[in-house]
């Protein structure tokens, strides 16, 4: 019992407001997102942030519906698709945290993804979405390859990511957006 509330400690520690691990559904999505629109309106956050923070988690959120891959099999023999996902609020910002497994043989292709992302400006990013955009292309899972370009327009910050190779067929991506909170102005 008391690793229950060592987990609870820690979460508390880091601000966790919210918190999942499991299999990401379209419910779970629509949950996810009035449990927050409700903690937010509680805290009396401005409509710009609360904005901001809600356009972020959303594409987070559809990143981890769409493209979870299956985890290596558990001790079940059971193949999943499990993902974890946090959101926790700083004094100056909000961190948006999400965990998913991926093939190995995707990594190379997601991380160049990040990294031409993250070497953009704002006004380098604009260009570079409408351009995704309007050359048509799709996925294989159906997107145009936007989510990430979006999530970083969004939230005017890098994109935090790492890759844990679990085996030779799956990775574990981790990704931490940061959504800053304007100062507050003195009157």
Same mark, same amino acid.
């Given at each position: 019992?008391?690793?229950? !509330?060592?987990?609870? %400690? ?9 918190? *999942? ?19 937010? /309106? ?10 901001? &923070?809600?356009? @972020?988690? @959303? ?5 981890? !519906? ?25 004094? %100056? ?13 995707? @990594?190379?292709?997601?991380?160049? +993804? ?8 704002? /006004?380098?990013? +604009?260009? !570079? ?11 294989? +899972? ?20 790492? *890759? ?12 931490? &957006?940061? @959504? ?8």
């Amino acid at each position: 019992m008391l690793d229950i !509330y060592d987990f609870y %400690d820690k979460m508390e520690k880091h601000n966790i407001m919210l918190s *999942f691990k499991g299999a990401v559904t379209s419910e779970l999505l629509s949950s996810i997102l009035g449990i927050m629109e409700t903690k937010m /309106d509680n805290l009396a956050e401005p409509p710009k942030i609360k904005k901001k &923070v809600f356009n @972020v988690l @959303v594409e987070c959120l559809q990143n981890l !519906y769409h493209h979870t891959d299956e985890a290596p099999v558990d001790e079940y023999g059971m193949d999943v698709r499990s993902a974890i996902f946090m959101i926790g609020k700083m004094e %100056d910002h909000y961190s948006i945290l999400t965990g998913n497994f991926i093939y190995t043989d995707h @990594v190379t292709k997601l991380k160049t +993804k990040l990294d031409t992302v993250n070497a953009m400006d704002k /006004d380098e990013l +604009k260009a !570079y979405y409408k351009s995704v955009l309007n050359n048509g292309e799709m996925s294989s +899972k159906g997107g145009g390859g936007l989510g990430m370009i979006d999530i970083a327009r969004k939230s005017g910050q890098k994109l935090d990511y790492n *890759f844990m190779r679990v085996n030779d067929k799956s990775s574990f991506f981790s990704l931490n &957006v940061k @959504v800053v909170q304007p100062s507050k102005e003195v009157a």
